[in-house]
């Protein structure tokens, strides 16, 4: 599974309340199918442990739910993608329609820079549409 959470903050086991903290940071090389031009989107995913809507929010959850989130959101951008649109305005599109349908699914969840120290960062392509696919 491409999103190898850490976690970095770890639930306090006396606590009730929203708790605990997994972050992979991650480079996902998009290439432009037209021009064969590609660049990296480089983001940090984190998800709570533990929050109050979902309450444990376990690994395998964390997974799936990151991963499938975020090949939503790669769909709606690319699919509306103009042919020679820079690849950093796609990533950035990108960026922000994950956050949004990540928030929505597990409340807390992040999508930032990847800035915490000690995570894995894990690399995977992501081919933009080329009109020839349409």
Not at 30 to 41: F, P, Q, R, V
Not at 55 to 65: D, F, G, H, I, P
């Amino acid at each position: 599974m491409h999103f190898r959470f850490k976690t970095v903050v770890p639930v306090d086991a006396s606590e009730v309340q929203p708790d605990g903290w997994r972050a992979v940071c991650i480079h996902a090389r998009i290439t432009e199918g037209d021009s064969g031009s590609t660049d990296l989107c480089k983001f940090e995913v984190g998800l709570p442990i533990r929050n109050t809507q979902q309450r444990e929010v376990s690994l395998e959850v964390a997974q799936y739910v990151a991963a499938s989130i975020a090949n939503e959101a790669a769909d709606q951008v690319l699919s509306k993608a103009q042919p020679g649109e820079m690849i950093a305005i796609l990533c950035r599109r990108f960026k922000v329609e994950y956050q949004q349908r990540l928030w929505e699914s597990v409340a807390g969840a992040r999508v930032s820079e990847c800035q915490t120290r000690g995570i894995e960062t894990v690399y995977f392509d992501i081919p933009a549409r080329s009109r020839a696919n349409e």
